[in-house]
T-cell receptor
Framework: GDSVTQMEGPVTLSEEAFLTINCTYT??????LFWYVQYPGEGLQLLLK?????DKGSNKGFEATYRKETTSFHLEKGSVQVSDSAVYFC?????????FGAGTTVTVRA | GAVVSQHPSWVICKSGTSVKIECRSL??????MFWYRQFPKQSLMLMAT?????????EQGVEKDKFLINHASLTLSTLTVTSAHPEDSSFYIC????????????FGPGTRLTVT
């Protein structure tokens, strides 16, 4: 079945550092890929998505590219801020069902 | 917009009792809501798909008689954990799929259940 594997955390960074969170998936066909973010005390929010190979999703300075050849969807941000501290989830969608990775906790220190 | 609430946010109950968790879409209607379960440091696992006016669809391995789901209106779905046991302690998260607009799910903040 479908599955998502993402980098284990926690990850602690200084402000303005570069952030990468690795995500790989196992699925048949070509599912849509997502990154969700969960800020403390809030529900998961869609951060970005890509629906087909080589698509790049981007939002709030974050980017991820759908790589079919490596079955990956790594999340990157060039310069993080304290407000980016959150838990990040990689996910894939088939029909309306989402399959999630375990989540990566990111803490950005001033 | 597109806010989903859950109530309660945190609940403790004794083993053998039942507890009900509500999931509401506050500013949109949803014919479909989803219930997830999350263990510490693990991913969200889909438990069931809740459809307004019809029976829920449960994922393989989820006991439908233990996790009762009722989607009585276009803005409310409830999950009742019946005869709860300590192994049911977990974080339960719901999401809602709007009738109109994007095809993305909007998530509630989750409910922490502790069974003693």
């Amino acid at each position: 079945g479908d599955s998502v594997t993402q980098m284990e955390g926690p990850v602690t960074l200084s402000e303005e550092a570069f952030l990468t969170i690795n995500c790989t998936y196992t699925a048949t066909g070509y599912p849509s890929l997502f990154w969700y973010v969960q800020y403390p005390g809030e529900g998961l929010q869609l951060l970005l998505k890509a629906t087909k190979a080589d698509d790049k999703g981007s939002n709030k300075g974050f980017e991820a590219t759908y790589r079919k050849e490596t079955t990956s969807f790594h999340l990157e941000k060039g310069s993080v801020q304290v407000s980016d501290s959150a838990v990040y989830f990689c996910a894939l969608k088939r029909d309306y069902k989402l399959s999630f990775g375990a989540g990566t906790t990111v803490t950005v220190r001033a | 917009g597109a806010v989903v609430s859950q109530h309660p946010s945190w609940v403790i109950c004794k083993s053998g009792t039942s507890v009900k968790i509500e999931c509401r879409s506050l500013d949109f209607q949803a014919t479909t809501m989803f219930w997830y379960r999350q263990f510490p440091k693990q991913s969200l696992m889909l438990m069931a798909t809740s459809n307004e006016g019809s029976k829920a669809t449960y994922e393989q391995g989820v006991e439908k008689d233990k996790f009762l789901i009722n989607h009585a209106s276009l803005t409310l779905s409830t999950l009742t954990v019946t005869s709860a046991h300590p192994e049911d302690s977990s974080f339960y998260i719901c999401s809602a799929l709007p009738i109109q607009g994007s095809y993305e799910q909007y998530f509630g903040p989750g409910t922490r259940l502790t069974v003693t």
